[in-house]
């Protein structure tokens, strides 16, 4: 490994600031940064979620759902990268991507990237024009994505997304599935060069494992580690699965530092 920190940057979830991502990934960062000496830098979303109603769900009725509310906002977690807007928008993605290009500006370069649930979404889609919208920048070495997923609509307009997402065959979902229109370009994998390390969990109800199985499937799988785990939409902590996931990286980061 190189005596020089390698600086990854970390994208959180949906309704996640960059310090609760952090505590929420404890079993992860601790051997990343001790470990492989791994400079990680948690940022914030800068989408701000002004009420509620701006949830895609229900916090509950309405005395649990204005506590609930209240916690998110104190917490400063009201935040996403984009908002869920029907039947496939995905408004504030331009601001959020806008924001990273002028963060990576200030603070970069980064070698890697990694992301949770919606952040791993927009990691992927980062780590896929990266060159394109930060000229000078490299390919990021490592991305890693955690219940990510491709922005998709049903190629059928009558299947039901929902429906879909119950498909436990990889290839018959890609099948029922397309980019959602103007987003092509960010689940076009062909310019990304480092390698991808996707986790995710059989059991997971939020983001369902075909959806991150397909994004698996954009990549080429000589530059692709898969680690599915049989729990929900979290980032795994115990040690036999993190230990694999650190010995990846660690042979990724150091084949490339020897080339």
């Given amino acids: 490994m190189s005596a020089v920190p390698r600086k990854i940057l970390c994208l959180p979830g949906y309704l996640q600031s960059g310090k609760i991502f952090a505590e929420k990934s404890s079993g992860l960062r601790k051997p990343l940064t001790k470990k492989l000496n791994l400079d990680l830098d948690y940022i914030s979303p800068p989408v701000v979620l002004n009420d509620k109603s701006e949830l895609p769900f229900s916090l509950g009725t309405d005395e649990e759902a204005d506590a609930k509310w209240k916690s998110i906002v104190e917490s400063e977690c009201n935040r996403c990268w984009w908002k869920h ?8 993605f331009d601001e959020s991507l806008k924001y990273l ?73 890609r099948q029922k599935v397309k980019v959602v229109e103007g987003f092509e370009k960010y689940f076009d994998a062909s310019k990304a060069a480092g390698h991808i390390v996707n986790i995710y969990g059989t059991g997971d109800a939020t983001v369902p494992s075909v959806r991150s199985r397909h994004l698996s499937t954009i990549y080429d799988s000589n530059r692709l580690s898969v680690l599915e785990h049989d729990g929900g939409h979290y980032v795994p902590s115990k040690k036999h699965f993190v230990n694999p996931i650190i010995e990846i990286i660690k042979d990724v980061l150091d084949t490339k530092s020897n080339l």
Avoid at 85 to 92: D, I, L, R, S
Avoid at 167 to 173: A, M
């Fill in 101 to 173: 290009v002028n963060y990576i500006k200030e603070n970069g370069p980064y070698q890697g990237i990694l992301g949770f649930s919606q952040g791993a979404a927009m990691a992927a889609a980062l780590n896929n024009v990266i060159e394109d919208v930060l000229p000078g920048h490299p390919s990021f070495e490592l991305a890693i994505f955690i219940s990510g997923f491709v922005f998709t609509t049903p190629v059928n307009e009558n299947d039901d997304k929902y429906d879909l997402f119950e498909i436990q065959d990889v290839d018959v979902y």
């Fill in 85 to 92: 807007t029907e039947p496939f928008g995905y408004e504030g």
